[in-house]
């Protein structure tokens, strides 16, 4: 995923857009992550079906660097949560140590302690602009709830 993150960020990609069903992409990350991060407490609550018309593969790469950061910045032994509603897509974690300046985490480069390169969030960013993805990163004390707003990816 690390090298389709950097291909995607040097080269300008073409989007390919299509009907899928966002609960299974969400559903594949989540298996992949919960079965490294077995020592959070996951709680899920996803509608049966959100279809969405739009670049499966960069859909996908957004979900994996939001919750790879989830996992990675998670307190030992805290929780992830995610969920939909009224097509918003909430992923929701306890972070070890907060987010100390949320208004620079996409930013190229810019990290905030020794770990990850810094780069995730800002693909994060220049594929919901590309996709028009509204999101949006609330945080409160150690709770970080990041959140995408998909209804201008409505079929």
Request: contains cysteine; glycine residues 4%; hydrophobic residues 35%.
């Amino acid at each position: 995923m690390l090298h389709k993150n950097l291909n995607n960020y040097i080269d300008n990609m073409s989007f390919e857009k299509n009907e899928f069903n966002l609960v299974d992409i969400l559903e594949e990350q989540i298996s992949f992550f919960a079965s490294m991060y077995t020592e959070l407490d996951w709680s899920i609550e996803l509608d049966d079906e959100i279809l969405v018309y739009s670049d499966e593969s960069a859909v996908s790469r957004i979900l994996y660097n939001i919750i790879n950061n989830a996992c990675r910045y998670n307190k030992t032994r805290g929780f992830i949560k995610i969920y939909s509603k009224d097509r918003k897509l909430c992923i929701i974690n306890d972070s070890y140590g907060g987010i100390k300046n949320p208004n620079r985490v996409f930013e190229r480069f810019y990290k905030e302690g020794e770990r990850g390169i810094g780069i995730g969030l800002h693909i994060v960013e220049k594929l919901c602009l590309e996709l028009d993805i509204d999101k949006s990163l609330e945080v409160d004390n150690n709770i970080v709830k990041f959140c995408l707003d998909l209804d201008k990816l409505t079929i």
